[in-house]
C-alpha cells in the first residue's frame, strides 16, 4: 500500500467521522463551574483591529466535537483493513492531536474528561 492509499484512506474515515453523530452526547461534559456564562475573547495585536468575544459554552461545545470526531476516526482506523504499521502511524498523529488540544483541560470539571496526549519517558 502507498502512503498515498494511507492518506486517502484517512480522509474518508476522517469525513466520515465528522459526518457521524458525537458518540457521546454533549450533555455528559461539563464545564467548569468557574468558567459557566463565561467568554473567549481574541484579541488581536494590533489595537486598530476589532476583538472577537465567543460564549464560552460554544467554545466548549466546539472542543468536544473535536474530541468525539478524534475519538470515531480513532475507531474507523481500528476497525479498517489497513495494515498494523499503517494503523500504528495514524493513531500517532491522533495522540498528538489529543496532546496539542491539552490547553483546553482548564475547561473541563472532571478529570476523566480531559484530553491525554502522548507520555514522554
Given at each position: 500500500?502507498?502512503?498515498?492509499?494511507v492518506?486517502?484512506?484517512?480522509?474518508?474515515?476522517?469525513?466520515?467521522?465528522?459526518?457521524?453523530?458525537?458518540?457521546?452526547?454533549?450533555?455528559?461534559?461539563?464545564?467548569?463551574?468557574?468558567?459557566?456564562?463565561?467568554?473567549?475573547?481574541?484579541?488581536?495585536?494590533?489595537?486598530?483591529?476589532?476583538?472577537?468575544?465567543?460564549?464560552?459554552?460554544?467554545?466548549?461545545?466546539?472542543?468536544?466535537g473535536?474530541?468525539?470526531?478524534?475519538?470515531?476516526?480513532?475507531?474507523?482506523?481500528?476497525?479498517?483493513?489497513?495494515?498494523?504499521?499503517?494503523?500504528?502511524?495514524?493513531?500517532?498523529?491522533?495522540?498528538?492531536?489529543?496532546?496539542?488540544?491539552?490547553?483546553?483541560?482548564?475547561?473541563?470539571?472532571?478529570?476523566?474528561?480531559?484530553?491525554?496526549?502522548?507520555?514522554?519517558?
Open positions: 500500500m502507498q502512503i498515498e492509499d492518506y486517502r484512506i484517512a480522509l474518508e474515515a476522517f469525513t466520515d467521522a465528522l459526518d457521524q453523530k458525537l458518540t457521546t452526547p454533549e450533555t455528559d461534559v461539563t464545564i467548569a463551574p468557574k468558567f459557566n456564562h463565561g467568554t473567549v475573547i481574541l484579541k488581536p495585536r494590533d489595537s486598530s483591529m476589532q476583538s472577537k468575544e465567543i460564549d464560552i459554552e460554544v467554545f466548549f461545545k466546539k472542543i468536544i473535536i474530541r468525539n470526531n478524534l475519538r470515531v476516526l480513532e475507531q474507523k482506523i481500528n476497525t479498517s483493513k489497513l495494515e498494523e504499521g499503517e494503523k500504528i502511524e495514524l493513531q500517532g498523529y491522533i495522540t498528538r492531536s489529543y496532546g496539542s488540544l491539552t490547553t483546553f483541560n482548564v475547561l473541563f470539571q472532571d478529570n476523566d474528561d480531559k484530553f491525554v496526549g502522548m507520555k514522554v519517558e
